[in-house]
Nanobody
């Protein structure tokens, strides 16, 4: 069984940065797609970024493009989300997710097979 554990959330002022980590265990992730999603209060869970383990291809939602960077460390089975220039609109619970296939492009949340429990990011104005 795949387990995903997020860390790195917290409170930050607008304009600041945070780095989220997602430690994956339980399987070999060579063909997987790893993604970050977020859910703000009263809103649906939305795609943020994804990366393919095999080719390291990355994809981003338009709202975070140029500010967020997703990366992976295959040796550690860990995926990161570097978030810069944060704004209050980025406040949400951030979830790490994994899919057993390689997706090209933005991923629908229903296409992910495994989820972490989430980590809260709060950006104050």
């Amino acid at each position: 069984q795949v387990q995903l554990v997020e860390s790195g959330g917290g409170l930050v002022q607008a304009g600041g940065s945070l780095r989220l980590s997602c430690a994956a265990s339980g399987r070999t992730f060579t063909s997987y797609t790893m993604g970050w999603f977020r859910q703000a209060p009263g809103k649906e869970r939305e795609f943020v970024a994804s990366i393919t383990w095999s080719g390291g291809n990355t994809y981003y939602a338009d709202s975070v493009k140029g500010r967020f960077t997703i990366s992976g460390d295959n040796a550690k089975n860990t995926v990161y989300l570097q978030m810069n220039s944060l704004s209050p609109e980025d406040t949400a619970v951030y979830y790490c997710a994994a899919a057993r296939v390689t997706y090209i492009g933005i991923v629908n949340r229903y296409g992910m097979d495994y989820w972490g429990k989430g980590t809260l990011v709060t950006v104050s104005s």
